[in-house]
């Protein structure tokens, strides 16, 4: 099974910015597309971004502008660089495929105060 480890999430104030990596233990990562996903406190966990094995990329509205989301296929990695960040971007922070297929790692804590 793939292992997948997020890291770089933190305690930022509104306006901040942060780098997310996702690093996946498999050798068929560049031929993948890769979300980003996000659970807020007592929601449940939805898409946010992608980026295929071709590069395309998409954003839902809310993160457009915002947040740019990137892959390293030598490192089997994907960034997420997330700046002006606001208190609503609070939430675990996850990748996997899409449609998902690995297991879902342990996310990484963004915390956006006001």
């Known amino acids: 099974q793939v292992q997948v480890v997020e890291s770089g999430g933190g305690l930022v104030q509104t306006g901040g910015s942060l780098r997310l990596s996702c690093a996946a233990s498999t050798s068929s990562f560049s031929r993948n597309d890769i979300g980003w996903y996000r659970q807020a406190p007592g929601k449940r966990r939805e898409f946010f971004a992608r980026?295929?094995?071709?590069?395309?990329?998409y954003y839902d509205d809310s993160v457009k502008g915002r947040f740019t989301i990137s892959r390293d296929n030598a490192k089997n990695t994907a960034y997420l660089q997330m700046n002006r960040l606001k208190p609503e971007d609070t939430a675990v922070y996850y990748c996997n495929t899409i449609p998902t297929s690995w297991n879902w790692g342990q996310g990484t804590q963004v915390t956006v105060s006001s």
């Open positions: 980026i295929t094995s071709g590069g395309a990329i």
